[in-house]
């Protein structure tokens, strides 16, 4: 991901994050890029975005903060795609666990997670704000 890819990742956002507002949540990916730039990966067709994945990780746990690809470029393998690079890139960099909180809305990615080897462990209530509860799923990697 580079600097010029903040406007089309900010719109795909918008699929992974219901509770969050365009502009917001631009800073939070921006935020992200900067202290993660080797873990901030996008998709492209034709040098269009078209999906992206970010992760943050301390130690040797990392959460996935987003991944989206776009609606017409669903159920390609470009999901797959960037989840097992971002997974690859999480390994170099020590990681033993990687969590995903998926907001309610977003439950129709819980069986993309589960293909993939995640496993719910529990959820938050609130945890994107007040009405705004998490599932939060686990992969243990090897």
């Not at 998709?43 to 301390?58: E, L």
Request: charged letters at 25%.
């Amino acid at each position: 991901m580079q600097m010029k890819d903040l406007a089309a990742v900010s719109e795909l956002a918008m699929m992974a994050n219901p509770h969050a507002t365009k502009e917001k949540y631009k800073e939070h990916v921006l935020s992200e890029l900067r202290e993660n730039p080797d873990l901030s990966l996008v998709a492209t067709d034709d040098r269009k975005v078209v999906g992206y994945v970010q992760a943050d990780i301390q130690e040797n746990s990392a959460v996935l903060e987003d991944i989206a690809v776009a609606e017409q470029y669903q159920k390609k393998g470009l999901g797959k795609t960037l989840l097992n690079e971002e997974i690859e890139a999480l390994k170099r960099k020590g990681a033993k666990t990687v969590l995903a909180e998926v907001h309610y809305l977003c439950a129709s990615a819980v069986p993309f997670y589960y293909r993939h080897s995640f496993r719910i462990v529990g959820f938050v209530q609130d945890y994107f704000g007040i009405g705004h509860d998490a599932l939060i799923l686990k992969l243990v990697l090897q």
